[in-house]
């Protein structure tokens, strides 16, 4: 056995390794970016822009003939480029699982099935090899996320540029994910599918509605944390009664976001999300009486039903932002981490389906920080937030000319160098092609 240990050692050592850049270092250096388009993030864009920031904080927003150049360390030329702010994705496991196939590299399930105790964002794992493939597409910020069980657990809002995950964390925990039961589902029979109501709802329902009238009882309770006597599983609940956490329910149909809302009343709930909202648009009105925003359902993607438009879901955004109901992008539940890097191009097909072009990119910024509850400090390019943004060659939101030439995490100056790029490089080279960076 020990032999074989260190044959295991001596090939580790002499394999070479593609590995995680290493954290960018804080910012000791003032940065001016000048020229250019800047996206805010707030529905406004400024031409021939001046961004500042030091100490990891923006502290000037406006034109270039308004800024003192000599106030800054480091100028940037960004004539002729795009700026925006780092883009958020929500609801990913990114982090969470490396390599599908492999069950040592998932950690985004735990054992029960109302769990609300458990916390996404210790199991994320700084040191992932997707992370920088995300990175080097905008995409600077995420909501880590557990998966399933009736309760999945808590969920976490990182930066991708972290030592460690409590290095990289923003908040720790920004809300608690249910499942809400599916009230219907699809049923064969002698090659002809129809749609069935699911037998067990109302059972399932039962027991969520037991649950939380459990933890709303503990909370009203004990009105202060205890350490003496503690349940951690309703002392994790707390927040959504008190409005400091978010109840995020996944939900898609009809009925089960309505039944979600009229939930959020029963239960004095302060903050729902609704996560998946396929027919959301359908009661916009009730989302947006009731305070309710969308974590939207990806918009590549076929129609749930026969009787739907083809490229309903392509319009889907445009439908929500008619009805005035505060919503976020969010990536294929399928291969989530994978799938993140895209993320910035299903906005573009959500602006070519009718969003603005300054819509699709508040659905990427300002919308999922006001969401996840930290919009005071990232989101939108503005003084006094984190320096956390990006500067593209072409637009962000086109995969023709998307190309990131610099990006900042809290002022800090990032690799944009991935396993991608350095696989491009090393059999672009092999086979004698022109690379194309």
């Not at 964002?121 to 910020?141: C, K, W, Y």
């Not at 029963?266 to 009730?286: C, F, H, N, S, T």
Request: proline share 3%.
């Amino acid at each position: 056995m020990r032999f074989i240990l260190l044959l295991i050692l001596a090939g580790l050592m002499t394999t070479p390794s593609l590995s995680q850049q290493t954290p960018a270092p804080v910012q000791t250096r003032s940065i001016l970016i000048l020229g250019g388009t800047a996206h805010l993030g707030t529905g406004d864009a400024i031409d021939d822009a001046a961004i500042g920031f030091r100490n990891g904080k923006i502290d000037f927003v406006g034109r270039m003939f308004q800024v003192d150049k000599s106030m800054y360390d480091d100028i940037i030329d960004a004539t002729g480029q795009q700026i925006y702010p780092g883009f958020i994705v929500a609801n990913t496991t990114l982090g969470l699982q490396e390599i599908g196939a492999v069950r040592a590299t998932q950690d985004q399930y735990e054992v029960g099935t109302f769990r609300p105790n458990v916390r996404a964002i210790i199991a994320f794992n700084t040191d992932s090899e997707i992370t920088p493939t995300v990175r080097s597409n905008g995409v600077l910020m995420g909501q880590i996320t557990p998966r399933n069980g009736v309760i999945s657990g808590a969920s976490g809002v990182v930066q991708f540029d972290g030592w460690n995950w409590e290095d990289a964390s923003i908040k720790m925990v920004d809300g608690i994910h249910l499942n809400w039961p599916s009230t219907h589902h699809k049923h064969s029979l002698d090659g002809k599918i129809d749609i069935r109501k699911r037998k067990t709802y109302d059972q399932q329902k039962h027991e969520i509605d037991r649950y939380f009238a459990e933890a709303r009882a503990y909370a009203q309770a004990h009105p202060e944390p205890s350490t003496s006597v503690m349940d951690v599983r309703h002392e994790a609940m707390r927040g959504i009664f008190d409005g400091s956490l978010a109840l995020y329910c996944h939900a898609s149909d009809v009925r089960a976001i309505t039944e979600a809302v009229h939930f959020k009343r029963e239960m004095g709930i302060k903050r729902l999300v609704i996560v998946g909202g396929y027919d959301a648009y359908l009661v916009g009105d009730i989302l947006r009486e009731n305070n309710v925003g969308v974590i939207l359902t990806s918009v590549h993607r076929l129609p749930r039903f026969k009787e739907d438009d083809i490229d309903l879901p392509y319009r889907l955004p445009k439908l929500l932002s008619d009805e005035g109901v505060l919503f976020a992008l969010q990536v294929d539940a399928r291969m989530t981490e994978m799938n993140t890097r895209n993320l910035p191009f299903y906005a573009g097909t959500a602006r070519k389906y009718g969003l603005t072009e300054e819509q699709a990119v508040m659905a990427l910024t300002r919308n999922p920080a006001r969401i996840l509850g930290i919009d005071d400090v990232c989101g939108t390019i503005e003084r006094g937030k984190d320096a956390t943004l990006f500067i593209s060659e072409g637009d962000a939101l086109d995969i023709r000319t998307n190309y990131l030439t610099h990006a900042f995490i809290q002022g800090r100056t990032i690799d944009l160098d991935n396993r991608q790029r350095e696989l491009y490089r090393k059999f672009q080279t092999k086979y004698g092609a022109e690379l194309l960076d």
